[in-house]
DNA sequence: ATGAACTTTCATAAGATTCTGAAAGTTCTG
DNA sequence: CAGAACTTTCAGAATCTTATGAAAGTTCAT
């Protein structure tokens, strides 16, 4: 009803938009992936592109690019409707599968090609031979290496381990949320 | 001893700065404070910001801005020594506390930032009166925003958990961590 | 106080990323 | 199969980020 006192739906929407897309771009991805999938999220029904150009205010171009971006990332559809010629694009809603796919895929990656990198240089100082007093240097370097790999080490283990109990069910997940939440109290809500 | 042997261990170890650089990159930092502070944190000792400049190939002017950086986020002090004018950078070796800082100042932050945005928007639509028609869209809206708002708390509550866990001791991080390990099932190490 | 030794600042350059829009490419309908 | 309706591509523009290095600012031993 009234159209137009719906518009300030329409701005709270946008700002929800607009933080989904902070969210996205905190994350290393570009704004707008956040913005357009948002977006689509929040109508629930198949969008056309030229509805997101207007909405957003981005170029064809753009809503091309990233569309195929969100495609890519699993995290938007395509489809098509009898008797329409334009193609239709609909968000993925399960929000968990999204996140963690980008745990394992991006961030894990991440955190694997640094351990190979430690790995390579402990194992390259720890066999070579050293006069007493690089040794003590050299020993140093070794440990701190060390230490860097087992924060590595606890980083994806933690990752695997979310990804791993939101695979099933985000329940399990949810009760590990909760104690942390009261052990850190909070307050509202 | 013979200090072109000692070369490889140079690259092993700049390689290293450069992971940790990346792995910074990734956080959103800029990659020459990781590449610092790994620099600093693998030698162990002081340094002054022209030793850095040389090793690294930056400028003073970005060594500086840099270390400033560092300094801000509590990663790296600053020590004079008697008789010496130069300032020298030292690397803060307790890395969990660098990371839950982040963890807590800036992940933190972002969501809660978001969840605000989200409260905001739902508020407003819930209390606004629709027509029928439009009363079936706007529950569907409310819905999705809830469910973004459950995802951003399930990530709050992580983060604070594991700055929690980790403010007390790592080690029942450790235990998180290996149980994440053991269930995803990996192989090596 | 002076000035040599360092450090910080900041305008400008360099580089990287993202956006635009028109041209080229597709895909349907009739 | 012609052409209207859309979509994709991509070279260039705009924007944002980071680096440079010379000038200005500090600091300290004398």
């Known amino acids: 009803m009234a159209p137009q006192l719906a518009q300030d739906d329409q701005d709270h929407l946008h700002e929800v938009a607009d933080a989904v897309g902070a969210l996205m771009e905190f994350w290393g991805f570009k704004r707008a992936m956040g913005r357009i999938w948002a977006t689509l999220y929040l109508e629930g029904e198949p969008l056309p592109a030229a509805e997101l150009c207007e909405r957003?205010?981005?170029?064809?171009?753009a809503a091309s690019m990233t569309l195929a971006d969100l495609e890519h990332w699993g995290v938007v559809l395509r489809t098509r409707r009898p008797g329409d010629r334009r193609e239709y694009f609909e968000a993925e809603t399960d929000v968990w599968k999204m996140v963690s796919r980008v745990l394992r895929e991006r961030e894990l990656a991440q955190i694997e090609r640094a351990l190979q990198v430690f790995d390579n240089a402990r194992e390259?100082?720890?066999?070579?031979k050293y006069g007493v007093v690089e040794a003590f240097r050299a020993r140093r370097k070794l440990e701190r290496i060390a230490r860097l790999s087992d924060l590595a080490k606890v980083g994806k283990s933690l990752l695997m381990a979310v990804v791993q109990q939101g695979k099933a069910d985000l329940g399990p997940l949810r009760r590990f949320a909760r104690a942390g939440a009261a052990l850190a109290g909070k307050r509202r809500e």
Chains 1, 2 share one sequence.
């Open 124 to 128: 390259a100082i720890a066999s070579r």
């Open 56 to 61: 957003l205010d981005i170029s064809t171009g």
